[in-house]
């Protein structure tokens, strides 16, 4: 059995394998996902392989995308996959998210890494902890891979929270410039992680992303975008508040958004079935909640910030990135309708690649296929 059909097989059975003491279930998906991962982003993607055509082809930033929608960071934490990416016809390639230390990610009890697919509710939860390579190991990794055109590769960053602030932020430049000589196209900070002990104070934020601006934005050493990731519990006003100030600190776009942590909100979301389970891994566990119950969260968030970039339009280009619950073709272009000039998937890619057998791309292209 390749390891395509080992997903798909597992993905026939998840519903009835939630159905297990929750502890059980959050501890074998825990240690069946990476590895299944890694199996897959390794192999041939077969059927799966695809080239979007001209048409679905994007410039943002003066670069070009070849499709609209990619991979949201996470999925190829430590550079793998892209090849993988690539043939089945993704816009861009995110690696990361990479921290200045290397880091093994969570720990609960035996449980590593731990992470629970909420099938009947298109969710998943994760508290992963930010497992990667560093900055520096992961620029090495990414700067001798060949380059395809309109496939833009980014890195994505966090700061080290555990680190006394100064030398998190000496660890943050020192990989942005890393994977700047790595040749990487776009930057995106991730502020936004639930997983990593950090200073939850707006101030706190508010001086990191001033610190890199003043450090890096206004001599980067070349024209590189750089984006903010923020997660879709952020309220309104913050956003607004935002979206003032990141043109003016001469960043270049918001990535929208990042996982939860409103558990309780999204519960009636979640499928009565697969409550006992979420209910375990959030008390437990913590960590934050992704796919369908954050369609409405980020559909509304791009809303608000569309139209307040139509009133006021920022001096240099700016653009948002979707990410959360896109799943359905209908989803991507709702959220490219509505505001977002790209789009980041996770979540939904994995229940796509399991239950389509075509290239996960190709299928959500069809709904853009009336409007290029
Ligand atoms: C297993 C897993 C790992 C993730 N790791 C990261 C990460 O390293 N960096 C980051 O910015 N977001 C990370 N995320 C959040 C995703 O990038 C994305 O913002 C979120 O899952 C919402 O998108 P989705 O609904 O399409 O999954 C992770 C999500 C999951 C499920």
């Known amino acids: 059995m390749n390891p395509l059909q080992l997903l798909r097989w597992e993905h026939r059975w998840r519903p009835h394998l939630l159905q297990l003491p929750p502890l059980l279930t959050i501890g074998l998906y825990s240690s069946l996902r990476p590895l299944l991962w890694k199996l897959l982003s390794r192999g041939d993607p077969g059927a799966t392989a695809w080239t979007p055509p001209e048409h679905f082809h994007r410039r943002c930033w003066g670069i070009g995308f070849r499709f609209p929608l990619f991979n949201a960071a996470g999925m190829f934490k430590y550079g793998e996959g892209y090849e993988y990416a690539y043939a089945q016809g993704a816009g861009a390639y995110v690696v990361g998210t990479t921290t ?15 992470f629970l697919p909420l099938p009947r509710s298109g969710a998943a939860l994760n508290a992963l902890g930010l497992p990667n390579d560093g900055h520096l190991a992961t620029a090495r990794r990414i700067a001798r891979l060949p380059r395809y055109p309109d496939f ?80 879709l519990d952020l309220p309104v006003e913050r956003l607004l508040q935002m979206l003032e100030l990141l043109p003016e600190l001469g960043y270049d776009g918001i990535v929208l958004g990042n996982t939860s942590t409103a558990y309780e909100v999204l519960l009636p979301q979640i499928a009565p079935s697969e409550r006992r389970a979420y209910n375990a891994f959030w008390q437990r566990i913590g ?27 920022p001096q240099r280009e700016f653009h948002l990135v979707a990410v959360g619950g896109i799943a359905t073709p209908q989803e991507l272009a709702a959220a490219l309708s509505g505001g977002a000039a790209l789009a980041q998937w996770m979540t939904g890619y994995f229940e796509v690649l399991a239950r389509e057998l075509l290239s996960p791309y190709a299928y959500m292209s069809t709904a853009l296929v009336q409007d290029p």
């Open 100 to 114: 200045g230390l290397p880091r093994r990610g969570r720990r609960y009890g035996v449980v590593r890494q731990p």
């Open 152 to 231: 833009p590769i980014i890195a994505s960053l966090a700061p080290d929270g555990e680190l006394p602030q100064d030398e998190a932020l000496r660890l943050l430049l020192q990989g942005l410039h890393a994977y700047c000589d790595a040749g990487v196209d776009l930057l995106e900070l991730n502020e936004s992680c639930p997983n990593i002990p950090h200073d939850p104070r707006w101030e706190a934020l508010l001086y990191r992303l001033h610190w890199v601006a003043e450090h890096f934005l206004a001599r980067r050493p070349r024209a590189i975008p750089v984006l903010v990731k923020l997660g």
């Open 287 to 313: 960590g934050g909640v992704s796919g369908r119950p954050l369609r409405p969260l980020r559909q509304e968030l791009l809303r608000q910030a569309r139209t307040w970039l139509q009133l006021h339009p």
